[in-house]
């Protein structure tokens, strides 16, 4: 995750050449297609948002408990996603 993180980071901050072009459609260069970009960017994590909430199932499924505990155990996990989503932002590419 920290790979693509820095990764992302750094073809942000150069998506542009010259990199002033990110801020002022008037210089003359090129830029990337930033929809394609942040929506790829948007796909990688959502699949690791998925895979860290479907991880720890199969563990809570595995311990010697009762069902109804389980499935409490379940919910509390899977409540983890349903706070985090809203912090996720979409990018403004309307620049």
Request: aromatic share 12%.
């Amino acid at each position: 995750m920290w790979s693509f993180a820095i990764a992302s980071t750094i073809v942000d901050i150069d998506t542009c050449t010259p990199i002033s072009k990110f801020w002022d459609d008037n210089i003359k260069g090129h830029c990337i297609n930033k929809n394609v970009f942040y929506i790829f960017g948007s796909t990688m994590q959502l699949v690791t948002d998925v895979a860290v909430l479907v991880i720890p199932l199969p563990f809570v499924w595995s311990v010697r408990i009762d069902t109804m505990k389980k499935i409490g155990l379940s919910v509390i996990f899977l409540l983890g996603g349903v706070y985090g989503s809203p912090q996720s932002e979409t990018p403004n590419v309307n620049h």
